[in-house]
């Protein structure tokens, strides 16, 4: 109520000044307006006795002029009139003028001087009056005397005393209403949200709730945001207290964000991770004349955010969003996530011949497939290779501005797209400690030679300090390929690469997802509310998320449900498979025609087993959110990843870390790195038909308590070996390392 008053009153006293103020200048305004009014009057009535008075002082007749004076000084509203000679001397006036007289002097020599009307106001015991003053002029020049015309003025403070009595009644009923509207917008709008926010944070204290705070929108959106945000951290830091109980019972220990956090900071002693990626994590795109905030679909994104999520640092990316540049500053840089920044990204920007032949070009269309061997060639041309150069020699710039004054720095390079940044690096500061992790498998050495530049690509790579990838077979391929292409000597006790006094530890560094789940637990609307919005209905359904590559088996996967359906008749009208698909690079003519032989096959497979609210396939090729995919992790009956070639893929992690009910199966390629560590998965050939048809009536036919045994090991396996944890090791690897006096850093 103290705050309520305190409004109030200032509400009043603020209404009070405005009101004294405007009354203020409205009397003065009608003063004028009351003078101005009297003057004309005085100046009509003058001209009306003008040549009377005129001719009698001509004259000089005493008589005359008293009966000017008995005649016309009792005009109407006149107090009286006064008539005087060339010199200002009184010659006649109405009796009752007797008082003012001797105050008209000044303003009758004032007229005769200037040959010109003049008025005054004068006191007498009655109020005030007003004299209009008027010369009376010869017509050759001259003035012979003047005449005074006075009115009665006093009214005019009565009206201004009016005025001042009902504009402060005008006020006091404003004030009244003021405190009334205040006093129920305070007490509905104000104390009544923030009562039900109090007991919302007492709720969420005692755990009772983790419900979005009651606020309404407007005044309190920004407060309702941060609540939300505020119980969603509770919340995590509950669920992770928890289970790292849990685990100190058992013994074990639990990597989460804030163990991290410390011990990066320990580990590093405060300084801060550079992390280079050719995909951003947050991208500014216009859309219906609004800038909105996009999250790229990638299991890069996916697997290395939460790193600077938890120890903060800079993120350097090409800046691809048609908005990013009006949203960052001079330098590309800008402070994410949007609604509560942990870290910088720092946007490099590419021209668009650039981008093409860079990431289109020789990244693409050059080092994918020339790694993934998944029978689509590789193109290499020279004029690509110039662009890949010139951009990674672009980011290392960036990166090198953005360590200026940083003791030791510590980066991290993401995969493909930077195969010779480490050595770009390293010229310019040779103090830093670079890691380079290969997010996609390494070929054997014949498959290898087909680059042309295998050698300069090698030479980039091994300047780093730390190469990863993600299973010790892709190691091994790489240490036979640097073996047979360069003079260098291979440890192979020590998985290095030493050459010229540098070595280069190779180790696998299997990645993983954020677990336990950051976000809290929501109501899941489960498969049929989901198929429902499709139009369809259905008994069991499936599910993959993948961008349309060829490389992720999508056609061998539809096929393969296709034949399930043949071999397995009485499913069909009771299984949808859904798959979410996001295009991806559409530029290149070979993702152009995959996503249209997708929509193909899908069609051509759907009527095959048409049915009344029915679909087998239902393909949808557009961009999703992890939160729009979570509820189809959660209410799945099974999760097909079916790659031909996969470094680890991310989506079976994902799928089993939104497994909170410990049911349901995974059918996993046994092409994936995540094969050699979810090993209660169904391990499928994705070219073997059969065995993917017979895989999925497995999996629906699994009895519930084989279901929760294989999908309690795996999720103990991701809850272990988190991205967390895949952090920790990668960091404490590059922190292990001894630079030499030559690379000791130089401010």
């Not at 003047?146 to 201004?160: E, F, K, M, P």
């Not at 990638?298 to 790193?307: A, H």
């Not at 051509?604 to 609210?613: G, L, P, T, V």
Request: hydrophobic share 45%; glycine share 6%.
């Amino acid at each position: 109520m103290r705050i309520t008053a305190r409004l109030i009153v200032a509400l009043a006293i603020s209404a009070t000044l405005v009101a004294a103020g405007s009354t203020f200048f409205q009397a003065r305004q009608e003063r004028r307006s009351l003078l101005n009014d009297l003057n004309r009057r005085g100046e009509v009535l003058s001209e009306t006795f003008l040549d009377i008075v005129q001719s009698a002082v001509k004259s000089k007749s005493p008589r005359r002029l008293a009966e000017i004076v008995t005649k016309y000084g009792d005009h109407g509203s006149l107090s009286g009139i006064a008539i005087f000679d060339a010199e200002g001397t009184p010659l006649v006036f109405t009796p009752a003028l007797s008082d003012e007289v001797p105050s008209l002097a000044g303003t009758v020599h004032q007229a005769l001087a200037q040959q010109s009307p003049a008025d005054t106001l004068i006191s007498a015991p009655a109020g005030e009056m007003h004299a209009y003053v008027a010369p009376l002029l010869e017509p050759k020049g001259g003035a012979v005397g003047a005449l005074a015309v006075v009115h009665d003025a006093s009214y005019i403070q009565v009206r201004i005393d009016e005025l001042w009595k009902n504009n402060f009644l005008r006020l006091l009923i404003e004030v009244f209403i003021i405190s009334l509207v205040t006093l129920w917008i305070v007490r509905w709008n104000v104390m009544s949200p923030l009562d039900q926010l109090t007991d919302w944070m007492r709720k969420t204290r005692a755990g009772e709730t983790a419900d979005a705070p009651p606020l309404p929108k407007g005044l309190f959106q920004p407060l309702a945001a941060e609540a939300s945000f505020l119980a969603e951290s509770l919340a995590e830091a509950r669920a992770v207290a928890e289970e790292e109980a849990h685990l100190r019972h058992k013994a074990a220990s639990l990597w989460t964000s804030e163990r991290l956090k410390e011990h990066v900071k320990i580990t590093l002693e405060g300084r801060p991770i550079f992390v280079v990626a050719n995909r951003e994590p947050y991208m500014h795109v216009r859309k219906n004349g609004k800038i909105e905030v996009l999250t790229p679909a990638s299991g890069l994104v996916t697997g290395v955010e939460p790193i600077l999520l938890a120890c903060g640092g800079v993120w350097v990316a090409h800046g691809a969003g048609d908005a990013d540049q009006e949203t960052a500053d001079a330098k590309g840089r800008i402070a994410v996530p949007p609604e509560n920044p942990q870290y910088t990204l720092r946007r490099v920007w590419l021209t668009k011949e650039e981008e093409e032949g860079y990431y289109y070009g020789f990244a693409n269309e050059g080092l994918w497939p020339l790694c993934h061997i998944a029978y689509t060639r590789p193109q290499f041309k020279a004029s690509d290779w110039e662009y890949y150069q010139a951009a990674n020699q672009k980011f290392a710039d960036a990166l090198v501005e953005e360590m200026a004054g940083v003791r030791d720095p510590c980066v991290l390079i993401q995969d493909y797209h930077f195969a010779i940044l480490p050595k770009l690096i390293k010229k310019k500061r040779p103090d830093a400690r670079v890691a380079l992790f290969w997010h996609i498998p390494w070929p054997n050495p014949e498959a290898f030679a087909v680059c042309p530049w295998q050698r300069e690509i090698l030479e980039g790579m091994i300047a780093a300090d730390i190469i990863g990838f993600h299973i010790q077979f892709h190691c091994n391929n790489f240490l036979e390929t640097v073996d047979r292409t360069m003079e260098c000597r291979i440890d192979w006790e020590r998985f290095a690469v030493r050459r010229g006094g540098h070595a280069a530890s190779v180790r696998p560094y299997p990645i993983s997802v954020a677990f336990p789940n950051p976000v809290a637990a929501k109501p899941n609307p489960g498969a049929a509310e989901l198929l429902r919005r499709e139009g369809l209905k259905a008994e069991f359904m499936g599910i993959g998320v993948d961008r349309i590559d060829y490389t992720k088996g999508l056609l061998e996967r539809f096929t393969g449900i296709e034949r399930f359906l043949d071999k397995y008749p009485q499913y069909r009208g009771r299984f949808t498979f859904v798959q979410i698909a996001a295009p991806s690079r559409t530029r290149i003519k070979r993702y152009r025609d995959l996503q249209l032989e997708l929509e193909s096959e899908a069609k051509r497979i759907n009527a095959k087993f048409a049915a009344k609210d029915y679909a087998a396939i239902v393909l949808m090729s557009s961009h999703h959110n992890h939160a729009d995919i979570e509820p189809y992790y959660k209410a799945a009956n099974l999760c097909m990843v079916t790659s031909l070639h996969d470094g680890m893929n991310l989506v079976a992690k994902e799928f089993i870390a939104a497994r909170d009910e410990e049911n349901g199966a995974l059918i996993l390629s046994r092409f994936t790195g995540a094969s050699r560590e979810l090993r209660d998965a169904l391990i499928v050939n994705p070219y073997d038909f059969e065995q993917t048809a017979d895989a999925i009536a497995r999996a629906l036919e699994m009895p519930p308590e084989e279901q929760t045994a294989r999908m309690v090991a795996m999720r103990a396996m991701v809850r272990e070996h988190n991205i967390y944890a895949w952090a920790a090791r990668l960091i404490d690897g590059l922190a292990q390392i001894r630079l030499s006096p030559s690379q000791e850093f130089k401010a």
